[in-house]
Each structure stands twice: as C-alpha cells, then as structure tokens.
C-alpha cells in the first residue's frame, strides 16, 4: 500500500482522511498546505511544481515509515501535487492517526518537514512582474 502520492489534479481530503481510520483511533492530525500570493516579499501569481517522480515517491515512502517507527501511531499519508496550481489551490496534505493525539501531531509536523527537506519536488513560482523563480528544498 502506498503512503505517499503524488497527484497532477485537486485529491479530496475528505476521503483520504477516512482510509486512516479505524477502531483503534483516538486522534487525527492533519496538515494542509496551500499556494499563497506572496514569498519573500514578491507578489505570487501561481506556480509549478516538479518532481522525480520515481525517487519523489520512493523517499517520501521512507519518510512515512521512518513516522511509523519513530511515533506511536497507527497510519500516516501524504499526497503532493505536481503540475500548474493557482493561487488557494491544496498543495500538500498530511494525514496521521494514532491512540493519542501527542503522537498524531508530533508525526504530522516530522512528516511535511521531512518531505520538504528531503522529497525532490521543486517549486516554479511566477511573480506580477513577469518573471519567475525556482524554489527547492536546502540542505
């Protein structure tokens, strides 16, 4: 079964939360992540996100069981989008459960931190002046 996906159209949170629950859930953590109108001062029009997919998919699997191991939770998923997003559009979503909501929300923030700084998708931003930027994650 696969955790992490990513996804070239908008995913419905609704029923990716719901495959995370079961009768052993006491809590839910989640993460959702949006493109903003602004980065570092710059008005944002839009932007693009690329990956490797094959290795995007590959470490943001690691990721996932790494949460497994490291908290005591029940399941965790991510999906990122990749492709052309508008400004309000969901670019990322973590979803963890677990008996306790402690380790529901320490593993979501270990989560999206860990697929930022470690998962190669890179971000495409378009600025109001016409130009436009890559945005990646830093060592």
Do not use: Q
């Amino acid at each position: 079964m696969k955790r992490f996906t990513l996804a070239d159209t908008p995913f419905d949170t609704t029923t990716l939360r719901a495959n995370l629950l079961d009768e052993r859930v006491g809590g839910y953590a989640s993460f959702e992540g949006w493109v903003r109108n602004h980065n570092a001062d710059r008005i944002v029009h839009g932007l693009r996100y690329e990956a490797y997919a094959a290795l995007a998919e590959s470490e943001g699997e690691k990721v996932l069981g790494e949460a497994l191991e490291k908290f005591d939770i029940i399941d965790a998923r991510c999906v990122h989008r990749v492709g052309d997003l508008a400004i309000g559009e969901l670019a990322v979503w973590v979803g963890v459960s677990a008996a306790h909501r402690d380790a529901a929300f320490a593993a979501c923030r270990y989560v999206i931190d860990e697929v930022k700084a470690r998962v190669p998708i890179w971000k495409h931003e378009r600025y109001r002046e016409g130009d436009a930027g890559w945005l990646h994650p830093e060592p």
